[in-house]
């Protein structure tokens, strides 16, 4: 069974400062990965997806991602935060056994400081 | 370009009541995925409708169903509320054959059982 862990539920870093969100995943068929960004009251964004090609995956708003099969990692980074990316985080994943059944992760909550 | 709509954005039920919610996918999409959101979690996949049929389900009881019509809407209907089904319902919409398990999600619907 597949499964999604994001170690800490709340995050808080500084305007400027490098942010790191943590997702380790659990999958017994080589996985596809997402993470996803969601605002107050709204639906989910997807931010970046791995799905088998290159392991430093580029998103959106200057996020990026490493898979790391070694470790079961898929750990979220921006170099420099910004206000604007206070929001909630979700990692998921997804199988290549067919449909696109998602399982996501609690997820982690960040603050930006000024 | 419409993305994912869904209807309506909130709404107030008593416990043992109905609810139907509707989903429209992203234009081109033909596959609908629903998940409940509860308040500080993670998404969770209640089903997911190809071809107007259930094709996968998550673990959530029968009281959950759900149809899609010849045009790839969706409905969700609960039966027998609880107040345990309080959350925030996301429909997402993806295309079958389109091999990067890539979902779009609408903004949901805030559903409050009292």
Same mark, same amino acid.
């Given at each position: #069974? /597949?499964?999604?862990? /994001?170690?800490?539920? %709340?995050?808080s870093?500084?305007?400027g400062?490098?942010?790191?969100?943590?997702?380790?995943?659990?999958?017994?068929v080589?996985?596809?990965?997402?993470?996803?960004?969601?605002? $107050?009251?709204?639906?989910?964004?997807l931010?970046?997806?791995?799905?088998?090609?290159?392991t430093?995956?580029?998103?959106?708003?200057?996020?990026? #991602?490493e898979?790391?099969?070694?470790?079961?990692?898929?750990?979220?980074?921006? $170099?420099?935060?910004?206000?604007?990316?206070?929001?909630?985080?979700?990692?998921?994943?997804?199988? %290549?056994?067919?449909?696109?059944?998602?399982?996501?992760? #609690?997820?982690?909550?960040?603050?930006?400081?000024? | 370009?419409?993305?994912?709509?869904?209807? $309506?954005? %909130?709404?107030?039920?008593?416990?043992?009541? /109905?609810?139907?919610?509707?989903?429209?996918?992203?234009?081109? %999409?033909?596959t609908?995925?629903?998940?409940?959101?509860a308040?500080?979690?993670?998404?969770?996949?209640?089903?997911?409708?190809?071809?107007?049929?259930?094709?996968?389900?998550?673990?959530f009881?029968?009281?959950?169903?759900?149809? /899609?019509?010849?045009?790839?809407?969706?409905?969700?209907?609960?039966? #027998?509320?609880?107040?345990?089904?309080?959350?925030l319902?996301?429909?997402?919409?993806?295309?079958?054959?389109?091999?990067?398990?890539?979902?779009?999600?609408? $903004?949901?619907?805030?559903?409050t059982?009292?």
């Amino acid at each position: #069974a /597949q499964s999604v862990t /994001q170690l800490g539920s %709340h995050v808080s870093v500084s305007e400027g400062a490098l942010v790191l969100l943590r997702c380790n995943y659990s999958s017994s068929v080589p996985p596809y990965l997402f993470w996803y960004v969601q605002y $107050p009251n709204q639906g989910l964004q997807l931010l970046l997806k791995y799905t088998s090609a290159a392991t430093l995956v580029k998103g959106i708003n200057g996020f990026e #991602a490493e898979f790391k099969k070694s470790e079961t990692s898929f750990h979220l980074t921006k $170099p420099s935060a910004h206000m604007s990316d206070a929001a909630e985080y979700f990692c998921a994943v997804s199988d %290549h056994t067919g449909g696109f059944k998602t399982i996501f992760g #609690a997820g982690t909550r960040l603050f930006v400081k000024a | 370009d419409a993305g994912v709509t869904q209807s $309506p954005t %909130h709404l107030i039920k008593t416990r043992g009541q /109905q609810v139907t919610l509707r989903c429209s996918p992203k234009s081109g %999409h033909d596959t609908v995925s629903w998940y409940q959101q509860a308040l500080g979690q993670g998404p969770q996949f209640i089903f997911q409708y190809y071809e107007e049929e259930e094709r996968q389900r998550g673990n959530f009881p029968d009281r959950f169903s759900g149809h /899609q019509f010849p045009n790839y809407s969706s409905e969700l209907n609960v039966n #027998a509320l609880l107040l345990g089904d309080s959350a925030l319902y996301l429909c997402a919409s993806s295309l079958v054959g389109h091999d990067n398990r890539e979902q779009y999600f609408g $903004p949901g619907t805030r559903l409050t059982v009292t």
